[in-house]
Nanobody
Framework: QVQLVESGGGLVQPGGSLRLSCAVS????????MGWYRRAPGKERELVAI???????NYRDSVKGRFTISRDNAKNAVYLQMNSLKPEDAAVYYC?????????WGQGTQVTVSS
């Protein structure tokens, strides 16, 4: 019954912005670390950002200063604000939840960066 549902993907031009959302149900959200991963065509899935239960964050180097991960425990939601998007950011973005026992994944949302 655990569900993670991403939204907010779409087509943007280089330099544009998108805000991804992930709605979570079926877990104690406040006890789960939340992450965003992405997979580009022909590439392996890679971690983009993660936010811990206490609000600590980590980002891969290529998105530092451009992306911001946040969470709203009252809404059971995690967000990824993406600014100054580059073509290399184009990928399917996946939300993840890490609980005591398992890791859960959303089905992904497509981000396309093209002019």
């Amino acid at each position: 019954q655990v569900q993670l549902v991403e939204s907010g993907g779409g087509l943007v031009q280089p330099g544009g912005s998108l805000r991804l959302s992930c709605a979570v149900s079926g877990i104690i959200f406040s006890s789960a670390a939340m992450g965003w991963y992405r997979r580009a065509p022909g590439k392996e899935r890679e971690l983009v950002a993660i936010i811990g239960t206490g609000g600590s964050t980590n980002y891969r180097d290529s998105v530092k200063g451009r992306f911001t991960i946040s969470r709203d425990n009252a809404k059971n939601a995690v967000y990824l604000q993406m600014n100054s998007l580059k073509p290399e950011d184009a990928a399917v973005y996946y939300c993840s939840a890490h609980t005591t026992y398992d890791i859960y994944w959303g089905q992904g949302t497509q981000v396309t960066v093209s002019s």
